[in-house]
């Protein structure tokens, strides 16, 4: 039998969503998220009880929420959100499970539970019914939450997927947002002729209310209640046994259906079934054998019942001993006052949220708390409804760099937590898809090989998502003329006096500068000083390195054999080649400088290769790729390139680019820090600054040529032009000409990149082509003989 | 395959009579690192002895490859043909000798210090092998990563970054064997003798190699059997004229510290600084202090590691909250109730005199003991890191992997708050929320890479409070990770710098 589990991870689902009480980030985040992750998944929802949430609160290790998914706190005024669904929404199909556990270790597994899945080709009504579940949260029916939004477009894809199919009526799925869990089965139990035999397995009784209340509407003098062999699991609340009822017998038995052979599980399981007359129902789901649970008002809850119109004998069962009563366990933590919740959304800038419990009013003060400690937002206004607004500038990034955030509100009548959600994070899942999560650990320094590998090949099929000129305002400054008076409808005056929400309208404008905050962040992080792989959290042997090493400790992790780091190497060529093209070089040439420099510290190049890098970046920079902010970062490079060659013309040949560069060489050596990527994969150790001192010094031909010809102005020689004597063939003439002045006419000042003689516009030889290009000097070997000069730098 | 999977949860979704009762969690178990605190030893490692491991320790291992390399290189140089298959033949040559080589000294001891026992085992056995076919080609692709001498968790890393072998600039897959190792390598050839002629060593293609012609190379290459001009030229690579300058200070001042007795133990403590009273030169100050650094980092490391145990042990009686765990903590140590603030309650336990390594002992002895002392050991060496001299070094320390320094920086926010508020920040961020990141975290890496799915988390948070992983017994049993310093000793032992090396 495949398990829930697999479900969640068999399938890209486009739209996941959880409800439960408890909730542990830990098992969601090692268990369903991996699985999500594994099967591509768009994006993940947690609806889970204010209760639940302020017990994941705690869990400081699980730091994907609000980013990776999102997790919304319900607060139930008449009881507890209790409801334990999982929707899986797909193209065109749906996957629904209904059951008795919660979104914990327990509650999945570890626990013995029930569940049903249903599916939108067998299933249609339960689905439709599930559909009306969500929407009746979006209604805000007896829960307050802020998922509304959420909740209505799921139960419109939910209902999209059974859309014209009918159902047989057999399975369905019971909330009671509306009724009551008992009436409804109390109504089909009539319409199947009445109950015969109720039999009943549940983990909590609230004394012998629940067993009152069956009995009464079904109309049964006795309940078989199931006495779960291993024990059941202990909570909070009720004892797990019912008391003696005036109302109806409680028989205990053992169903043969619940008695695995070597399950020691405790149960949490709950289900009822009932034998009628024309039929049989079961039902199953979160629904306790409490009045909270099956009565009106109390908690919200879902259960699948199947509905058989046979004559059925129903579950079989063998006579038992009831369980040992056992009351609720004490709370042995002694816990200070209770810390209430709130929900917060990151928008940009500014956190929008609400405390849904408790209600508090008037001014209070805002904290960002890490496990590290806490840091004051500042004085935040709370509304009638509990809503806030506070500014927390650069949290954005801080959340994507993978800190763990939580916020909290507090004034002297009490205060609140919450985690928050990042709002760009539905964008950043749109525009990247499966990938998003391999972005976020990238974003972190969490990234294995592997990631790298999928990221590099993501921006080869897609380099513009990273071309941030892309992003510009569509709407030129200006464009609204500052003399006209503007008008404003009478009906939004006075609407700042209600904290502001996040804004549904600003639509693409938002989801664009989130993409662009968030492609910034990217390409930081690439700039980030992160060490090499070495096997840190990569995958060699395609095994578990940390694994392997039970016997002592003493081999180390391998990085070379991680076939990732190759394909990435392999994937890196394709794109660096692809972002240095002479179409794209100007858009993209920094993000290759930047990814290059990535590559060089975390996958360890060879230096030739690196060499070969930097060589071809600093060719391709030209003005067009100008960031004034980076110069330094070029020229640092530019040293690091020439930095093997101690010669005069590698002096000369770096002044010279450094030149072109517009680079201040008369200026501060750049910092070498810049490139230490770069360099450390080169093992470059050379001493810079005084590399870049004899830069300074030292004079490019160019620069040689245009000191010649100020001494020709002042009809002088001079000491600035002393290598151009070593041109033998060319010096004889330009000496003459300092000394002669009608001797000028033999040398002639050219463009650089002169090819021919500019007096017969005959082809210069190759060799004095590169002459020129190399020595600034050069002569008209094969036609008048002229002498040219170049000095252009 | 996902197809399948999701097509076979629709058949099993409509064909469903009754509610499912939920399957016991079959996710596989695993992880020895609990907290994620390695890598950062490691690369604090590579601050003293860079391009060692802990497996590389013997020089004939170095010579032998190395050998394997120039041999095939020759090989392919006299065969007169244009060109020569990278796999098939080059790698294929050296695959052979390394077998050959490894296969030689395990019968001569079976317990010789060589990787590869298992693998070999069959060969062993049938006495005579066939290097070619399916078979020779599957052994081939089962060493690659794991028992080879090349590999990167064995010899690998240490032929590369000492310069024995560099990669071919056309073919990275091509090694070449440095030629200032040719007067060592020499040797090898004499040693050989006319024994070089047999097709194993001076061919490529299948070839059948016998026991007893192993046998007799076995003595004429012998593990512990190294010439001079061996020792002379590892000397160089090692630490000497060749070495990186890390290395060579490091093993200096290894073998500085073994003048006497070059008990393993003894010597990492005598190169930690004090209360160690060995002098060294300024120019190995800076070697001291990361070595020092070393062994804080694989103190701090195991105390934590220790209490992480220590809780796994108590929730065998059921889940606990902090509270409860922090209590039972700080009741097994001293001076629980005596001080009113962290600082004084820490500083009770701080003691400075036995040093890093002293202390590392002393959690190592107490883990052996029962259980109730673990606290009073953990204390004193929390304390010692929280509290004892420390300088930053030039490792860049992971935020996310708990570097001393942020631990001693959120120690020093706390120095006024209660003993106990600490120690629960202790449990709940350092241990708790470390493990469930790190877990959390490699498993997640593993989801996106489509890997393996193991479940690294022990201890979860549940309803009734931490507790541990359903199908988890314990934590794995905390040991300091090793250090590379045997590897060092045990080098510099065969280049004849140590009398022996003690374990």
């Known amino acids: 039998m495949r398990s829930p589990l697999e479900l969640v991870g068999a399938h890209p689902w486009q739209r996941a969503v959880f409800t439960t009480y408890s909730l542990s980030l830990s098992f969601f985040e090692s268990a369903i998220l991996d699985q999500l992750v594994r099967g591509g998944a768009r994006s993940a929802l947690i609806l889970a009880d204010v209760d639940g949430v302020r017990g994941a609160l705690s869990e400081q290790g699980a730091r994907r929420a609000g980013k990776e998914y999102n997790i919304e706190p319900i607060k139930v005024p008449t009881g507890v959100f209790h409801a334990k669904v999982t929707a899986l929404a797909g193209e065109g199909e749906c996957h629904v499970m209904v059951g008795s556990g919660n979104l914990t270790f327990g509650g999945w597994g570890g626990n013995f539970e029930l569940f049903e899945h249903v599916h939108s080709a067998s299933a249609a009504d339960a689905i439709r019914d599930t559909s009306d579940f969500f929407d009746g949260l979006a209604e805000g029916l007896r829960a307050r939450h802020g998922a509304q939004s959420e909740c209505r477009d799921l139960a419109a894809v939910l209902r999209q997927t059974v859309e014209g199919v009918r159902g047989d009526g057999r399975i369905r799925l019971f909330h009671n947002l509306r009724r009551s869990i008992l009436d409804q089965i109390s109504e089909l139990a009539a319409d199947l002729g009445g109950a015969t035999r109720l039999v009943a397995a549940s983990p909590f009784w609230d004394g012998a209310t629940a067993i009152n209340s069956l009995c009464d509407s079904l109309k049964v003098d006795r309940v078989h209640v199931h006495a779960h062999p291993s024990g059941v699991v202990r909570g909070s609340f009720g004892s797990n046994w019912p008391k003696v009822s005036p109302k109806g017998k409680v028989v205990p038995v053992c169903l043969d259906h619940f008695d695995l052979s070597g399950d020691r599980r405790l149960s949490h399981a709950k289900a009822i079934e009932i034998i009628c007359r024309k039929g049989r129902l079961i039902i199953t789901g979160s629904a306790n054998a409490t009045r909270a649970a099956l009565g009106d008002g109390g908690n919200v809850e879902t259960s699948i019942v199947r509905i058989e119109e046979d004559r059925s004998d129903g579950w079989t069962f063998k006579p038992a001993y009831p369980l040992e009563q056992l009351d609720a366990l004490d709370d042995d933590t002694e816990e200070e006052e209770t810390i209430g919740i709130l929900r917060a959304t990151l928008e940009e800038d500014t956190l929008y949220g609400q405390i849904l419990q408790p209600r508090l009013q008037g001014s209070a003060a805002a904290f960002l708390i890490t496990s590290e400690g806490s840091r004051r937002l500042g004085k935040v206004q709370l509304d009638d409804a509990s809503r806030f607004t506070v500014v927390a500038t650069g949290l954005e990034v801080q959340i994507l760099q993978g800190n763990r955030f939580t916020l909290r509100i507090e004034n002297e009548h009490g205060r609140a937590e919450g985690f928050i959600s990042f709002a760009a994070f539905t964008e950043i899942s749109k525009r990247s898809g499966a990938l998003a999560s391999r972005l976020f650990a990238l974003l972190a320094g969490t990234e294995t090989p592997a990631d790298v590998a999928a990221v590099m090949s993501w921006i080869y099929d897609n380099p513009n998502v990273l071309n941030r000129n892309l992003f510009g305002s569509h709407a030129s400054a200006g464009t609204k003329s500052q003399a006209e008076d503007e008008t404003i409808p009478v009906n939004l005056l006075g609407s700042s006096l209600a904290p502001p929400q996040p804004s549904q309208s600003a639509g693409n404008k938002n989801s664009q500068e989130s993409w662009k905050r968030f492609v910034d962040a990217f390409l930081a992080s690439l700039r980030e000083r992160r060490g090499p792989f070495q096997g840190q959290i990569a995958n060699p042997l395609g095994d578990d390195e940390d694994d392997e090493d039970e016997g002592g400790g003493t081999k180390e992790p391998a990085r070379e054999t991680d076939p990732w780091i190759k394909r990435s190497m392999a994937i890196f060529y394709k794109v660096f080649g692809a972002l240095l093209t002479n179409e794209n070089t100007q858009r993209f040439f920094w993000v290759a400088f930047d990814l290059a420099q990535y590559v060089c510290r975390r996958l360890e190049p060879e230096p030739a290769e690196v060499s070969s890098w930097l060589s071809t970046l600093v060719r391709m920079y030209d003005e067009g790729v100008v960031d004034v902010e980076r110069r330094d970062t070029i020229a640092a490079a530019t040293l690091l390139l020439h930095a093997d060659d101690a010669s005069d013309d590698g002096a000369r040949a770096a002044r010279l680019r450094l030149l072109r560069m517009k680079v201040a060489i008369e200026g501060a050596c750049p910092d070498m820090g810049a490139v230490d990527g770069f360099r450390a994969a080169l093992g470059a150790g050379a001493d810079f600054e005084k590399q870049w001192e004899r830069i300074r010094v030292i004079r490019t031909m160019p620069e040689q040529v245009q000191e010649f010809l100020k001494a020709i102005e002042n009809n002088g020689p001079s000491s600035g032009y002393p290598d151009l004597p070593l041109n033998r063939d060319e010096w004889p003439t330009l000496e003459r000409a300092l000394e002669e002045v009608e001797s000028r006419e033999d040398f002639k000042v050219v463009p650089r990149g002169t090819r021919a003689c500019p007096r017969c516009s005959y082809d210069l030889p190759r060799e004095q082509i590169g002459n020129l290009r190399s020595k600034a000097v050069a002569t008209a070997k094969n036609c008048c003989g002229l002498v040219l000069v170049c000095a252009e730098v | ?503």
């Open chain 2, 1 to 503: 395959m996902a197809n399948n999977v999701i097509e076979e949860l629709r058949v099993q979704a409509r064909e469903a009579k009754e509610p499912s009762i939920s399957p016991v969690p079959s996710i596989r178990l695993g992880g020895v690192d609990p907290l994620g605190l390695r890598q950062i030893n490691f690369d604090l490692m590579d601050q003293v002895l860079p391009g060692l491991n802990n497996v590389a320790r013997h020089i004939r291992p170095f010579m032998v490859v190395t050998w394997a390399w120039r041999r095939a290189i020759a090989i392919a140089q006299g065969s007169g043909r244009a060109s020569v298959a990278v796999d098939a033949q080059l790698r294929d040559f050296v695959d052979r000798i390394e077998v050959i080589y490894v296969w030689s000294q395990l019968l001569r001891d079976p317990n010789a210090d060589l990787p590869g026992r298992e693998v070999i085992g069959p060969i062993l056995k049938a006495r005579q092998y066939s290097f070619g076919g399916e078979a020779w080609k599957k052994r081939r692709e089962i060493r690659e990563n794991s028992t080879s001498l090349m590999a990167a968790i064995n010899y690998g890393p240490g032929l590369r970054s000492m310069g024995w072998l560099t990669r071919h600039p056309e073919n990275p897959k091509v090694m070449e064997p440095a030629a200032w190792a040719n007067l060592a390598l020499d040797a090898l050839d004499r040693a050989l003798g006319d024994d070089l002629d047999h097709d194993a060593f001076s061919s490529f293609g299948k070839v059948m190699v016998k026991e007893d012609e192993v046998l007799r190379w076995g003595k004429a290459w012998a593990l512990e059997k190294y010439t001079k001009s061996e020792q002379r030229i590892f000397t160089e690579a090692l630490f000497g004229s060749r070495s990186e300058q890390l290395r060579r200070l490091g093993v200096e001042l290894a073998i500085a510290a073994s003048p006497t007795s070059s008990n393993v133990a003894a010597v990492r403590r005598r190169m930690a600084g004090l209360p160690s009273r060995l002098r060294v030169p300024d120019t190995k100050l800076a070697t001291v202090a990361n070595w020092r650094r070393v062994q804080c980092r694989q103190l701090f490391r195991l105390c934590l590691e220790t209490v992480f145990f220590w809780v796994t042990l108590q929730l065998r009686d059921g889940p606990m909250s902090s509270q409860r765990l922090v209590s039972r903590f700080m009741n097994q140590t001293t001076g629980a109730r005596k001080f009113a603030t962290t600082a004084k309650w820490v500083g009770h336990h701080y003691d400075e005199s036995p040093g890093p390594v002293g202390l590392l002992q002393q959690v190592e002895s107490a883990l052996q003991g029962d259980v109730g002392q673990y606290a009073p050991a953990v204390m004193q060496g929390l304390a010692f890191c929280l509290m004892g001299g420390f300088q930053d070094g030039a490792v860049i320390e992971r935020h996310d992997r708990l570097p001393l320094k942020r631990a001693r920086s959120e120690f020093e926010q706390r120095l006024d708050t209660k003993p106990f508020e600490f120690m629960r920040h202790v449990l709940e961020s350092w241990v708790f929320a470390q493990h469930t990141y790190w877990s959390i975290g490699r498993g997640l890496a593993d989801a996106r890479a489509r890997g393996k799915t193991i479940l690294r988390l022990k201890v979860v948070l549940e309803d009734g409070g931490w507790t541990l992983t359903p199908g988890v017994a314990s934590g794995s049993f905390p040991q300091p990770t090793a250090d590379r310093l045997r590897t060092a000793l045990s080098l510099a032992h065969e280049c004849g710098f140590i009398d022996q090396v003690e374990i």
